[in-house]
């Protein structure tokens, strides 16, 4: 078995852990206002500068920076859907969560460490090119939104064919020179990162919830 079946296996459980937060739920079945929406929005802007800023740091890496795509970079996205969802003062009403701020160390502490960056990557930007479409989707025909502003965190142009892309994602997971302790390892963090990920959306859904 490859490392990229591996650790996809390994990590199944996780991963249908954090889609079938209840706050995905809520926002699936338009039960959510755009602004409530917009919380989420707003949380991963915070946690993708993380991402983001990890990646230019790592970009000249001889291993973490097989992992790092500027196609993929999601910040100026997330701005235009953070306009569109509050208006040009949206910097003002957006702040991150204790989940989020959780996160985002989480992140920064790992980032020295290639196999934790690819860790926290993976977790992210694959989900986001797989069931992320679908959440698209379903966010254009509630929201009305289109490209331009409002779900353009999903949408992922520059990199054309996403099936190519994320086999060629994989390969270069499986060509990593990975013993077995330090495959474990990034292992342990991809589950952490799914947990981290998880608690970000019970946060919300309880933001969500209290303001009812």
Do not use: C
Request: negative net charge; proline residues 3%; hydrophobic residues 40%.
């Amino acid at each position: 078995m490859t490392f990229s079946e591996t650790l996809r296996a390994a990590t199944w459980s996780d991963h249908e852990s954090a889609e079938g937060e209840s706050y995905l739920t809520e926002l699936m079945a338009g039960r959510l206002s755009a602004e409530e929406y917009g919380e989420m929005v707003a949380q991963h802007y915070f946690a993708y500068l993380a991402l983001d800023g990890a990646a230019e740091r790592l970009a000249e890496h001889p291993v973490a920076g097989r992992f790092v795509f500027p196609s993929l970079y999601r910040q100026r996205a997330l701005e235009r859907d953070l306009t569109t969802i509050y208006g040009p003062t949206w910097e003002s009403r957006i702040a991150p969560s204790k989940a989020t701020r959780t996160l985002v160390a989480r992140i920064e502490q790992v980032s020295d460490w290639p196999g934790g960056y690819i860790a926290h990557h993976y977790t992210r930007y694959m989900g986001d090119l797989s069931g992320g479409q679908f959440i698209r989707m379903e966010l254009q025909k509630i929201y009305g939104y289109g490209k331009g502003g409002g779900v353009d965190f999903y949408v992922f142009d520059e990199i054309g064919s996403l099936p190519r892309f994320k086999n060629e994602y994989r390969a270069r997971l499986d060509a990593l020179a990975l013993d077995e302790a330090e495959g474990q390892r990034i292992i342990r963090e991809v589950r952490l990162a799914y947990q981290l990920n998880t608690e970000v959306l019970a946060e919300l859904l309880h933001t969500v919830r209290s303001a009812a």
